[in-house]
């Protein structure tokens, strides 16, 4: 059974950072990529970074360019986002989610597993 859990959220000042944590399991692909996904309140999820298992390329949206990293450690089969200079704008519970293929795509309906998520609040 693919079991995904995330953890690192909590509250942050603005200009702060913070380092997220998939741990995944219970999964054999050959192929895959994981990717980060935030639902804002009142808005729809979206997605925020992603990146390729076997050769850790990585993809972002423009609006975490320079400030996210993605990364992954294939011996621990975790998946790390690390989040600097954050800005209230960037408060959502952030998902990660597995993906079969080596395309490094950011479209939800893609994905076949999910985790719970992780609450990340970015507040003065």
């Known amino acids: 059974q693919v079991q995904l859990v995330e953890s690192g959220g909590g509250l942050v000042q603005p200009g702060g950072s913070l380092r997220l944590s998939c741990e995944a399991s219970g999964f054999t692909l050959e192929s895959y990529a994981i990717g980060w996904f935030r639902q804002a309140p009142g808005k729809e999820r979206e997605g925020v970074s992603c990146i390729r298992h076997t050769d850790g390329s990585t993809y972002y949206v423009d609006s975490v360019k320079g400030r996210f990293t993605i990364s992954r450690d294939n011996a621990k089969n975790t998946v790390y986002l690390q989040m600097n200079s954050l800005k209230p704008e960037d408060t959502a519970v952030y998902y990660c989610?597995?993906?079969?293929?080596?395309?490094?795509?950011?479209?939800?309906?893609?994905?076949?597993?999910w985790g719970k998520g992780t609450l990340v609040t970015v507040s003065s």
């Open positions: 989610a597995i993906k079969r293929g080596l395309l490094l795509r950011l479209f939800s309906w893609e994905y076949d597993y």
